[in-house]
């Protein structure tokens, strides 16, 4: 019974929708329609891009997304963001080397440290949001056996040939949290945010 209700007002929403970008059409506000149809999708751009740059310690600062993508299911998912990182903070890597990542083992969204957690946090949530001690690459090499260190890429081909690249020689610096690995390369200025699970 509550279905099938929730279908009809399901349904009656969409009639409605559909009607009211008919009548937009046929008045000639075409560009009210593309930004109607658009939003939905640039709302979850903008989302993804805070809810990524948020995993990210607050020692990085970023300019902007290089390449978002994941893929979910159920419960479960995984994916790659690449940011660019500021030519300021590319100065500080380069002056300070592995100096630099001491302390940058905490999400900027989780700003409290783990003792002066309210009950309302799991620790469970909290680990995913730390990160272990800092290393300079070349990253271990079972990350870079098949459907191990990116395993569902959805970034474009050539910036992940790069990444890995990167990732295989001294210079660059990487670090693990549950379920996912983050990498700083200053040579393209990226840093790379990987997770499954």
């Given at each position: ?121 799991r620790l469970s949530d909290y680990s995913y949001h730390t990160f ?66």
């Open positions: 019974m509550i279905a099938t209700i929730l279908i009809i007002a399901v349904l009656g929403v969409l009639v409605a929708f559909v009607a009211g970008l008919v009548k937009l059409f046929q008045k000639g506000n075409f560009k009210t329609i593309v930004v109607i149809l658009l939003a939905p999708y640039l709302a979850y751009e903008v989302f993804q891009y805070y809810s990524y740059a948020a995993v990210l310690p607050s020692q990085f600062k970023i300019t902007y997304p290089v390449s978002i993508g994941d893929e979910w299911g159920f419960r479960e998912g995984c994916g790659v963001a690449v940011f660019k990182i500021s030519d300021e903070t590319i100065e500080d890597i380069q002056k300070n080397g592995l100096n630099f990542f001491d302390g940058a083992t905490q999400a900027r969204g989780l700003t409290k440290p783990k003792e002066s957690l309210s009950s309302s946090v272990k001690t800092w290393q300079e690459t070349p990253v271990p090499p079972d990350w870079l056996n098949e459907g191990s260190w990116f395993m569902c890429s959805v970034i474009r081909d050539d910036v992940a040939r790069e990444i890995v690249k990167a990732a295989k020689l001294p210079g660059s610096f990487y670090t693990t949290m549950h379920e996912g690995e983050l990498v700083v390369i200053p040579s393209l200025g990226y840093i790379v945010l990987s997770f499954y699970g």
